[in-house]
């Protein structure tokens, strides 16, 4: 590196030609690299294309992972189950006889998941 600078400096009519065969042969190798490389650069482009469109396929399965485990499938059993009897309950109230009082339920004793409303049957 030191030494090509230092004999332009002291002899250009003889260092430039060499540098510049050197050059034009680097510049030769690089393009055929570039070449090389602009197939397997392709292939991974065009092999990772889908895989682009599909973002938010890591969260759908996180998502699942979670909604499909034992313990949220056991939870929302237990729910459902909760929310039967408590159904059954209001409905057995319901029909017995009553001496002119209203039944009057508070919504916010009901075992409900926030966001989930009752079934209607």
């Not at 392709?42 to 990772?48: H, I, L, S």
């Amino acid at each position: 590196g030191a030494e090509v600078v230092e004999q332009v400096k002291m002899n250009p009519s003889v260092a430039i030609p060499v540098v510049l065969a050197r050059l034009k042969q680097k510049d030769e190798h690089w393009r055929r690299a570039r070449l090389e490389m602009n197939k397997i650069w392709r292939e991974v482009c065009e092999k990772n294309y889908l895989k682009s469109l599909d973002h938010r396929s890591f969260q759908f399965k996180q998502t699942d992972k979670k909604e499909w485990s034992s313990k949220s499938l056991l939870a929302e059993m237990s729910d459902a189950s909760l929310m039967s009897a408590s159904r059954q309950t209001l409905e057995t109230a319901a029909r017995l006889p009553n001496s002119g009082a209203a039944l009057f339920v508070n919504p916010q004793v009901l075992p409900l998941k926030p966001g989930k409303e009752i079934p209607d049957e």
